[in-house]
């Protein structure tokens, strides 16, 4: 069955950079999703990308997409404590619905 | 355009009562997903519905669970006989057709005392 791993905690200072690791392993996934949750509230759609693409940036977000590894990684440039959230990483395995199969989350912490 | 709403946000229930959660999608979106966050875990997909059909029912526990979307009003995602097990945040989303990001609403946040 599909299985999406991230690693569960990470802190970083204000104005460093953060990388966000994933690995996924249903081959078949069409489309990669970040999504972003502050304590008690939704899921904040980030960015995503189709799984033709390696790169994709959006102001201070960059995701990474390693195919042939299954990894993907987003990419916070000059991180703000206002950054400081769980992150959650998605894979949607079909075409036409997507039924999102999710990470257990990374929780980024952004000291001053 | 108002994003997907949930109501109630938090709701909380005694063993064996009935919990009755909706979900509003956004505006021009057919198609509504229910997710369930367990404390420290990813969300779990339940459901997915379009307007008058369920679609996919693989992630939705065999009893006491069910959902609709009817053709006029709020998907409604309804729980019966809660146990402690059933606490949870519950994650509606919506999509409008043949697009594949999701647009998640706020949550439910149910309690099961």
């Known amino acids: 069955g599909e299985d999406v791993e991230q690693s569960l905690f990470l802190s970083v200072r204000e104005g460093d950079s953060s990388v966000i690791n994933c690995t996924y392993t249903d081959s078949s996934s069409t489309y990669l999703y970040w999504y972003k949750q502050e304590p008690g509230a939704g899921l904040q759609l980030l960015t995503y990308?189709?799984?033709?693409?390696d790169m994709k940036q959006d102001q201070r977000l960059t995701v990474l997409l390693n195919k042939k590894d299954k990894h993907l990684s987003l990419r916070i440039a000059d991180t703000q404590t206002g950054d400081s959230a769980i992150y959650f990483c998605?894979?949607?395995?079909?075409?036409?619905?997507?039924?999102?199969?999710f990470g257990k989350g990374t929780m980024l912490l952004v000291s001053p | 355009n108002a994003g997907v709403m949930q109501n109630p946000r938090h709701l909380v229930r005694r063993r064996g009562q009935e919990a009755r959660l909706r979900c509003s999608p956004m505006?021009?979106?057919?198609?509504v997903y229910w997710y369930r966050q367990l404390p420290e875990e990813g969300l779990k997909f339940m459901v997915y519905?379009?307007?008058?059909?369920?679609?996919?029912e693989s992630g939705m526990p065999k009893e006491r669970f069910s959902a609709e979307f009817p053709k006029e009003g709020p998907s409604i995602l309804r729980i019966q006989q809660v146990v402690r097990g059933d606490s949870a945040a519950y994650f509606c989303a919506s999509s409008p057709p043949r697009e594949e990001t999701q647009y998640f609403g706020p949550g439910t946040r149910l309690l099961v005392l």
């Open positions: 505006k021009g979106h057919s198609h």
């Open positions: 998605a894979e949607s395995p079909h075409s036409g619905y997507s039924t999102l199969t």
């Open positions: 990308i189709f799984s033709n693409m």
């Open positions: 519905l379009q307007k008058e059909n369920i679609i996919d």
